[in-house]
């Protein structure tokens, strides 16, 4: 943060901020009406940031500021401000390579931590939806344009190397966003941390087996050196279910403050953790027995759509805009030449297959035994029935981080989730 940032910087409360919307003609004009009967609520459902809903006569608003610190949690977890121009940044970005995939900024202010965006309404938070055992029919090809789009786009696949090395500079100083990511995904879960928690007593046991678990411990620090050391592309950085809303027919993502150059699986495994933790979790929310066996079924079918979808668009993306300077055209001359970059393409998305599947994996661990939980398992208000779906999930992301290399494709792990799904924990037999 610059002086001037530190200087003009305060919280806006709701009288101020309706003051500061009157002033903004663009604002008024969507909002209609006279500011004194405009609506201002706090929405509240996110854990880092101020979000407001502003309604008018004519339309509406989201306004979200970043605070020093860390919402949930107060001034003793201190988080700088140009996390708000990060986000802003990757929304402007994103909504260039991914029209109408994102929700459209009509404001943003750098020394307010400030930006004001549409409305996203009536859409609901998608992990909200999946918790009532909605089914989504656009999800799998909105979510793998905004992926494929987003990915390819600002790889070495298509950017000349001085533009790409750019945009990493560009988001280089969001690190410490990175370091929440690094240390509650890539490293607490595995060690006695004071913010670590689980369904206790019954995941005691293996809280403790996972800390002692050196198998694991080598993949998770392998999964944390790449996500460190690797700026594949501009990811979002947090893309679970919490940060994408949907109606049936419109999917838009939110909340990119974790944005930076880094794996491209890391985006991907967050969609598909999510997903099968969904999955893992429906059991928990029956009224009867197998009255969400449609709906598991069409998650299962999304999981596969997610990742076969992305890695189509993916490649078409490589074989018609590979204008960057990574796999010069000029070294796979004629026609031996284009089938032999053909087949390292498809190795290439063999690899970021692996990758994403031991992303999966962690962004699974972290929600059961780190600081932050999600609602699919927490809405489970029996405890121990809430145990045995999260016990399971365990199982499986154990198994996909340890052994990632015997998941060759997407139909090795749904087959894996369905097994596991009818495995029972030692305390519940
Ligand atoms: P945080 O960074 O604190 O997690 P989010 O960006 O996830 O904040 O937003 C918190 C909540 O605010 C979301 O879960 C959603 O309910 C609501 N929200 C955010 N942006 C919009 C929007 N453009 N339109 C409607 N609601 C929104
Ligand atoms: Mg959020």
């Given at each position: 943060?610059?002086?001037?940032?530190?200087?003009?910087?305060?919280?806006?409360?709701?009288?101020?901020?309706?003051?500061?919307?009157?002033?903004?003609?663009?604002?008024?004009?969507?909002?209609?009406?006279?500011?004194?009967?405009w609506s201002i609520t706090e929405v509240g459902d996110g854990n880092i940031n101020l979000v407001f809903i502003v309604k008018g006569a004519r339309g509406g608003v989201a306004v979200k500021q970043a605070l020093p610190y860390v919402r949930l949690v107060g001034e003793s977890w201190p988080l700088?401000?140009?996390?708000?121009?990060?986000?802003?940044?990757?929304?402007?970005?994103?909504?260039?390579?991914?029209?109408?995939?994102?929700?459209?900024?009509?404001?943003?202010?750098?020394?307010?931590?400030?930006?004001?965006?549409?409305?996203?309404?009536?859409?609901?938070?998608?992990?909200?939806?999946?918790?009532?055992?909605?089914?989504?029919?656009?999800?799998?090809?909105?979510?793998?344009?905004?992926?494929?789009?987003?990915?390819?786009?600002?790889?070495?696949?298509?950017?000349?190397?001085a533009e790409k090395k750019e945009g990493i500079a560009a988001f280089a100083g969001n690190h410490a966003l990175c370091k929440i990511t690094e240390d509650l995904i890539f490293t607490d879960p595995y060690r006695i941390a004071e913010q670590n928690r689980w369904t206790a007593p019954w995941l005691?046991?293996?809280?403790?087996?996972?800390?002692?678990?050196?198998?694991?411990?080598?993949?998770?620090?392998?999964?944390?050196?790449?996500?460190?050391?690797?700026?594949?592309?501009?990811?979002?950085?947090?893309?679970?279910?919490?940060?994408?809303?949907?109606?049936?027919?419109?999917?838009?993502?939110?909340?990119?403050?974790?944005?930076?150059?880094?794996?491209?699986?890391?985006?991907?495994?967050?969609?598909?953790?999510?997903?099968?933790?969904?999955?893992?979790?429906?059991?928990?929310?029956?009224?009867?027995?197998?009255?969400?066996?449609?709906?598991?079924?069409?998650?299962?079918?999304?999981?596969?759509?997610?990742?076969?979808?992305?890695?189509?668009?993916?490649?078409?993306?490589?074989?018609?805009?590979?204008?960057?300077?990574?796999?010069?055209?000029?070294?796979?001359?004629?026609?031996?030449?284009?089938?032999?970059?053909?087949?390292?393409?498809?190795?290439?998305?063999?690899?970021?297959?692996?990758?994403?599947?031991?992303?999966?994996?962690?962004?699974?661990?972290?929600?059961?035994?780190?600081?932050?939980?999600?609602?699919?398992?927490?809405?489970?208000?029996?405890?121990?029935?809430?145990?045995?779906?999260?016990?399971?999930?365990?199982?499986?992301?154990?198994?996909?981080?340890?052994?990632?290399?015997?998941?060759?494709?997407?139909?090795?792990?749904?087959?894996?989730?369905?097994?596991?799904?009818?495995?029972?924990?030692?305390?519940?037999?």
């Amino acid at each position: 943060m610059t002086l001037a940032q530190a200087e003009n910087y305060r919280i806006l409360r709701e009288a101020d901020l309706r003051d500061y919307l009157a002033g903004r003609p663009k604002l008024t004009a969507v909002l209609g009406g006279v500011p004194g009967d405009w609506s201002i609520t706090e929405v509240g459902d996110g854990n880092i940031n101020l979000v407001f809903i502003v309604k008018g006569a004519r339309g509406g608003v989201a306004v979200k500021q970043a605070l020093p610190y860390v919402r949930l949690v107060g001034e003793s977890w201190p988080l700088p401000l140009s996390r708000a121009h990060y986000e802003y940044l990757a929304l402007t970005r994103q909504a260039q390579l991914a029209p109408g995939l994102v929700p459209a900024v009509l404001h943003h202010n750098d020394a307010l931590a400030l930006t004001v965006m549409e409305l996203l309404e009536p859409h609901i938070i998608m992990r909200k939806g999946l918790i009532a055992g909605t089914q989504y029919s656009r999800f799998v090809d909105d979510i793998t344009t905004f992926m494929a789009q987003t990915l390819f786009f600002t790889s070495d696949l298509a950017l000349t190397a001085a533009e790409k090395k750019e945009g990493i500079a560009a988001f280089a100083g969001n690190h410490a966003l990175c370091k929440i990511t690094e240390d509650l995904i890539f490293t607490d879960p595995y060690r006695i941390a004071e913010q670590n928690r689980w369904t206790a007593p019954w995941l005691d046991a293996t809280a403790a087996s996972f800390r002692e678990d050196f198998d694991l411990h080598v993949a998770i620090s392998r999964l944390k050196l790449k996500f460190m050391a690797s700026p594949e592309a501009l990811i979002h950085g947090d893309l679970h279910t919490g940060s994408i809303m949907v109606t049936e027919s419109e999917t838009k993502v939110i909340d990119p403050e974790f944005a930076f150059y880094g794996p491209v699986g890391f985006d991907v495994g967050a969609v598909i953790a999510n997903l099968l933790m969904a999955y893992l979790a429906s059991s928990g929310h029956e009224r009867s027995p197998g009255d969400r066996a449609a709906f598991e079924a069409w998650v299962l079918e999304t999981i596969e759509g997610v990742w076969n979808e992305f890695a189509r668009k993916f490649l078409g993306l490589w074989r018609s805009d590979a204008k960057g300077d990574g796999y010069p055209v000029s070294l796979f001359a004629g026609e031996a030449g284009a089938a032999r970059l053909d087949t390292e393409r498809q190795a290439h998305m063999a690899r970021l297959f692996q990758d994403t599947v031991g992303f999966a994996a962690a962004k699974t661990i972290r929600r059961i035994l780190g600081l932050a939980h999600n609602l699919d398992f927490e809405a489970i208000a029996d405890e121990k029935l809430r145990a045995i779906c999260e016990a399971r999930s365990l199982r499986l992301a154990r198994r996909m981080m340890v052994e990632a290399s015997s998941f060759a494709t997407i139909d090795a792990v749904i087959k894996a989730a369905r097994e596991v799904r009818g495995w029972q924990p030692d305390f519940a037999r």
